[in-house]
């Protein structure tokens, strides 16, 4: 019932592009649940950062993964290069990921998580990030993610290229593609997300 409720979340759009950070630093204990440690994930969306949202003709909201407390004591790796492009903002609230889904035209997200859950609930479009190294979908599950979302897989060859292009789409352009992807996102869900049942 609460994913279901999840479409009702926001009426204003007030990101033009949402980016839902799963990044969240845990000292030495990394590998086990994301299979990579701070450094190597921070580089990630650095990368990110650098060679996509920097170059999008649109503003992007960063959504930091919210802590209760900072690991290091230095600042920020990630947040220092978003300092560094006017496109890109930063959401400093620690509000759930799932209160804000419905206040985005887009949703960018990376990681098989509960945070992609609530955004593909929500029924705004949404991208996801899928990393060859970091949680990656099953194999059987990349073909329905490809169909029901926008799927974009880091590691092929001019991915993140073609992740740049869809992002500077007019937002009429990419409910159109989305809306064209309704019934193999509605099987996704069935099988993936929550039932009917």
Known sequence: KRYKRQEKIGIHKKYSILFLSNRLYRG???GISVW?????FSQLEISLI???FSKVNKTIFYKPYPSSFDRYLESDPVL?????YKNL????NKQDARYLTGNSKLLVCCIASSTLSWAIMSKTPVV???FANIAPLRKD???IFNKGLFLFNYDDKHSMQNLKKLLSLPYSHINELWKQKFFHRKKLIQ????SDI
């Open 28 to 30: 030495n204990d990394g």
């Open 36 to 40: 990579v440690n701070d450094f190597e």
């Open 80 to 84: 220092e290069e978003i300092y560094k």
């Open 50 to 52: 650098k060679k996509v």
């Open 191 to 194: 099988n993936y997300i929550s």
């Open 89 to 92: 903002k930063i959401i400093y």
């Open 141 to 143: 599950a990349v073909e």
């Open 128 to 130: 996801f990030i899928n």
